[in-house]
């Protein structure tokens, strides 16, 4: 047989073989996969929805309108030969977004998708679960392999392109039609539930993962901004010893559940029982993720002038206190700095191999304390160490801390704490706070033995947590509808007597100032006033400390 026929053969054969399966205009196959992704994938939206009390017709209308809307974007950005592997792709994926919805209530704004896109393996692996497992299977593979079973006609350009601009138009107007009697009630029902919709899935993660690309993007690389430029440090008084402060970034602790803020349950034994710790109870956060969180807290701009871009465009507090002469650590148990600690000296202590400590990729806390005596001992001048600790992340609060301090029982033991009761929950949790607890007061013991330097710490969470109030777990929530659990945090201070001596601290007026409110944007400046660093940035009003010095330095000494 000749090559021609060969081919012809090969040809005829491929033709028939394609005939045999299903075949699917590119529109038809692109309004399927809206049609399931509006029935199949949103259960937390038409959840949310029903318990609003909208009306059947109003319902029935905003589904009709989002099968419209996400045909539009679909028909948008899924042409030709890529059509069938981008929508099998959104399929799988849809179904992994709708399952952490659906478990943990999770909230993919723009700050969500940069907390996924930043998420460590090792967090990342806490968060696998053999429901997700099961849940892509059936609602997103099993779908996405059906669809990459269909066999797409091949059309000449122009007529794909007249096909594809009918279909929009047709949405578009299908959309403005069945929600045009109803836009007053809809723009009631957003105003009333702010997060709703950020429940309609994928539009909610699509959108967000644009915004967050197109916002990276313009973020500006290379070296970084000054800030504080002028910043000097006040010639300290003869015969002053230097100062070694310890900042702990207390990982997702929020303050109700903190027991010296007036908890029903008592997390905070240890330090409650001494009378040396000044306790802020009014602390709010600049963010309800460490992503946001870190950043602003290091920064002057804080949460009344916060804007991200101008954030990550300058230095940080800890570029400030370097550029002055003072030794800066950052040591992290968690998933890094996000940027903070990348010109200064850091190590990351969750890689450590202490058998005591250390298991199956994951340390405790108390890593943090290893070799930090003999560290702050070998120091000749100021020094500010920073710990950033796994302390109470989600979703497994049960491995945030050793067997034996788990107290509070019987505790949660699943990375879904839906699958818990919200007793269990909670005292896992608040086991991982007993923990904090242990960590603080072995860190303040070893402060108190410093016979080199004149010693502080100071105390202070990131962000809160929601143990399933609302529906809600983890954290994340938009900051203008976050409930006041992921943004109120606990904060302390201790401060040796030499310290609190050589600063002028009166201590019984600080103490008096503990129900004052106060937020991350303090950090910058109260640290700023305790290593006693002058500078035209610095504002007293913003530092903890500023009114109960009774010999507070002037910039001109």
């Known amino acids: 047989m000749s090559a021609a026929n060969l081919g012809g053969l090969s040809l005829r054969t491929g033709i028939r073989s394609a005939s045999r399966r299903p075949c699917l205009p590119a529109e038809a196959l692109i309004a399927l996969v809206c049609l399931w992704l509006v ?38 950005f899924a042409w030709g030969r890529g059509l069938q592997p981008l929508l099998a792709l959104l399929l799988v994926m849809t179904a992994a977004v709708n399952w952490y919805m659906e478990r943990y209530a999770a909230v993919f704004d723009v700050d969500m998708i940069r907390n996924v896109l930043q998420t460590d393996p090792t967090e990342a692996r806490e968060m696998l679960d053999p429901g997700l497992l099961l849940h892509v299977a059936l609602f997103g593979l099993l779908p996405a392999t059906a669809l990459l079973m269909l066999h797409l006609p091949r059309l000449p350009w122009q007529r794909e392109l007249r096909n594809r601009a009918l279909f929009l138009v047709g949405m578009g107007l299908l959309a403005a039609v069945v929600l045009g009697p109803f836009l007053q009630g809809t723009f009631t029902l957003m105003r ?166 250390c298991r199956a990729g994951r340390c405790f806390d108390e890593i943090l304390l290893r070799g930090l005596a003999e560290r702050i001992d070998a120091s000749s001048g100021d020094l500010l160490v920073v710990l950033h600790p796994v302390g109470s992340h989600g979703p497994n609060y049960f491995e945030r801390y050793p067997p034996e301090h788990e107290r509070f029982q019987p505790a949660c033991h699943s990375s879904v704490p839906s699958r818990c009761s919200r007793e269990e929950v909670v005292n896992a949790y608040d086991n991982s706070i007993l923990y904090a607890d242990v960590l603080l007061e072995r860190l303040i013991e070893l402060l108190a033995t410093r016979s080199s330097h004149d010693t502080a710490m100071l105390y202070l969470s990131d962000h809160g947590e929601s143990l399933g109030e609302y529906g809600l777990y983890l954290h994340g929530a938009p900051y203008a509808v976050a409930p006041r659990v992921q943004t109120h945090v606990p904060m302390l201070l201790w401060m040796a007597s030499g310290f609190a001596n050589h600063l002028g601290i009166d201590t019984a007026c600080l103490q008096a100032g503990t129900a004052h409110p106060r937020s991350h944007d303090d950090l910058f400046h109260s640290l700023l006033g305790m290593f006693d660093v002058a500078s035209a940035d610095y504002r007293a009003t913003h530092d903890i400390l500023r009114a109960c010095r009774t010999n507070p330095p002037s910039a001109s000494e």
């Open 192 to 357: 009333s539930d702010p997060m709703l919709r950020y429940r309609i899935t994928p539009g909610n993660y699509l959108i967000s993962l644009g915004r967050a690309l197109v916002q990276e993007e313009g973020v500006p690389s290379g070296p970084k901004q000054g800030v504080a430029a002028d910043a000097h440090r006040i010639t300290p008084p003869a015969g002053r010893r230097p100062r070694a402060i310890v900042l702990v970034i207390g990982e997702t602790v929020r303050g109700d559940h903190w027991g010296l803020n007036g908890y029903a349950r008592q997390t905070t034994p240890l330090l409650a029982a001494r009378s040396d710790i000044v306790n802020f109870a009014d602390v709010t956060a600049c963010g309800t993720s460490t992503a946001v969180s870190l950043p602003c807290m290091f920064s002057p701009f804080g949460r009344a002038h916060y804007d991200r871009k101008a954030i990550l465009a300058h230095e940080t507090l800890l570029d400030v206190l370097a550029r002055t002469g003072i030794e800066v650590l950052w040591r992290d148990n968690q998933a890094g700095c996000k940027g903070v600690c990348d010109r200064v000296e850091n190590q990351s202590m969750a890689a450590q191999t202490e058998p005591d400590l």
């Open 39 to 76: 029935l199949c994938c949103n259960a937390p939206f038409w959840s949310a929805l029903a318990q609003t009390g909208a009306p059947f017709e109003l319902r029935l209308a905003l589904g009709i309108a989002l099968f419209a809307l996400h045909g539009v974007l679909l028909g948008l």
